[in-house]
């Protein structure tokens, strides 16, 4: 089998096997693209008063656990404070992705809200599906993509060839 005949196997193959995965690739991609512009994806970073932080940890346990949606009983139930001191505030994001925006002197609540963008990121990265998805099925799919743009370059570059070929006989 020539290698022209061979590539174009490997190029049809290849991009039937990863066809969905890339497409979920892509589609999360282009949303992620969106998550400055879009605050359904990532709510927006708000000012607070002052860029210092003179909130004691326990105040901020207890204004998280004071919102309802984010089911915040204990510290266990957060995943991670993002204090921002520019801004003069922090962010306390919950495991279930509820977002609390805190004025980092005052402990005025400036936003409550959902957060989208780490679950898109999941999607994105395979790690919603499956913690093993994102090794046994989008990395696969990533490296079939390089295959399939190494196979059609050279399936686009092979009329060339031949046509500079001929060019050099003639």
Same mark, same amino acid.
């Given at each position: 089998?020539?290698?022209?005949?061979? !590539?174009?196997? /490997?190029?049809?193959?290849?991009?039937? &096997?990863?066809?969905? *995965?890339?497409?979920? &690739?892509?589609?999360? =991609?282009?949303?992620?693209?969106?998550? =400055?512009?879009?605050?359904?994806?990532?709510? $927006?970073?708000?000012?607070?008063?002052?860029?210092?932080?003179?909130? *004691? #940890?326990?105040?901020?346990?207890? /204004?998280?656990? =004071?919102? $309802?949606?984010?089911?915040?009983?204990?510290?266990?139930? &957060?995943? +991670?404070?993002?204090?921002? *001191? /520019? !801004? %003069?505030?922090?962010?306390?994001?919950?495991? !279930?992705?509820?977002? /609390?925006?805190?004025?980092?002197?005052? %402990?005025?609540?400036?936003?409550?809200?959902?957060?989208?963008?780490?679950?898109?990121?999941?999607?994105?990265?395979?790690? #919603?599906?499956?913690?093993?998805?994102?090794?046994?099925?989008?990395?696969?799919?990533?490296?079939?993509? =390089?295959?399939? #743009?190494?196979?059609?370059?050279?399936?686009?570059?092979?009329?060339?060839?031949?046509?500079? +070929?001929?060019? &050099?006989?003639?």
């Amino acid at each position: 089998m020539s290698a022209a005949k061979w !590539n174009r196997k /490997i190029h049809r193959l290849g991009a039937v &096997i990863a066809a969905l *995965p890339l497409l979920v &690739i892509l589609t999360s =991609g282009v949303i992620l693209q969106l998550k =400055g512009e879009l605050d359904w994806i990532r709510p $927006p970073t708000l000012e607070g008063t002052s860029g210092e932080l003179s909130l *004691p #940890w326990a105040r901020v346990l207890e /204004i998280a656990q =004071g919102v $309802p949606e984010a089911e915040v009983s204990s510290w266990s139930d &957060i995943e +991670r404070l993002d204090v921002r *001191p /520019i !801004n %003069g505030m922090l962010k306390v994001r919950c495991k !279930n992705r509820w977002e /609390i925006q805190v004025d980092s002197a005052s %402990g005025i609540i400036l936003s409550s809200t959902l957060r989208r963008s780490d679950w898109i990121e999941s999607i994105h990265d395979g790690s #919603w599906f499956h913690d093993s998805f994102k090794l046994w099925v989008f990395l696969p799919a990533g490296l079939i993509l =390089g295959c399939l #743009w190494a196979t059609g370059v050279y399936l686009w570059l092979l009329p060339h060839l031949f046509r500079r +070929r001929r060019k &050099i006989k003639a």
